[in-house]
């Protein structure tokens, strides 16, 4: 597995991702809020649209690549680490853009700007004690859903755990014994309705049951899925970005 680069400066870019961008612009802002109470000093990605995710998950390596092909353009005209506040498009631009434009003349700049990407807990949970050094609070249960690419590709279960365990008053617990894919799936969620919306539901359902006051997640897909679906079920708790979490904990 590819390892991301530690962060040298306090100088980071956001890439705030497609969904961030055009449906969560209030998790972008809630991202630069969180990095700048830990001291670091964001600058938003500029001329960068997709990660070219949703294309190539669907086997269309050719648009993925054209999608990816801008992001890679206006982020490679950047310097130090790229915070990424989304678990999926962090797994695809740090292990997936190598092989999507391998052979091609970007290669080099994709080698180059995959090492550069940091999934947003990562790089906050290093500064964790600043977070908990600010008196955040939060009375309640959250449960926290693991994205299947941050979980399973990235390897990250520890960081966002910690960002969370910084705040007072709060009790962390998981989304299940086991960890369960939520159900979205990009373009799996359009192809399965019904099997995408039971997962949904299990997800949720482990969150009723641990008495969960929200489900709270790193990944702008899952919550979108999940949120979509506790919104129409009535009777699930609330889902939240960590970046909306640490907001309603008082961060500004």
């Not at 680490?81 to 391998?102: D, K, N, Q, T």
């Not at 600043?130 to 390897?155: F, K, N």
Request: hydrophobic share 40%.
């Amino acid at each position: 597995m590819t390892t991301a680069a530690q962060p040298t400066t306090d100088r980071v870019t956001v890439f705030p991702t497609c969904l961030g961008d055009l449906t969560m612009p209030d998790v972008v802002a809630r991202t630069f809020a969180a990095l700048r109470a830990c001291g670091y000093q964001p600058r938003l990605a500029e001329d960068v649209t997709c990660c070219g995710q949703p294309a190539y998950n669907s086997g269309f390596d050719a648009q993925a690549r054209r999608v990816a092909r801008a992001t890679l353009k206006g982020l490679s005209r950047t310097d130090g680490p790229i915070v990424v506040p989304a678990g999926s498009c962090s797994a695809m631009m740090i292990l997936h853009w190598r092989e999507l434009f391998r052979g091609t003349r970007h290669e080099r700049d994709a080698v180059r700007v995959s090492q550069r990407v940091r999934e947003l807990t990562t790089v906050l949970a290093e500064r964790a004690d600043r977070l908990a050094a600010l008196g955040l609070r939060w009375d309640g249960t959250v449960a926290y859903h693991d994205s299947c690419h941050m979980l399973r590709e990235l390897r990250i279960a520890d960081a966002p755990r910690a960002v969370l365990g910084a705040v007072e008053g709060v009790t962390v617990v998981s989304t299940g014994v086991a960890p369960r894919c939520c159900g979205f799936g990009g373009t799996f969620s359009m192809r399965y309705p019904e099997v995408s919306t039971a997962m949904a539901d299990a997800t949720l359902d482990d969150a009723t049951a641990a008495s969960a006051h929200a489900v709270v997640s790193a990944d702008p897909g899952c919550l979108m899925h999940l949120g979509a679906r506790a919104g129409r079920r009535g009777d699930a708790p609330r889902v939240m970005h960590v970046a909306t979490f640490l907001h309603e904990a008082g961060l500004r």
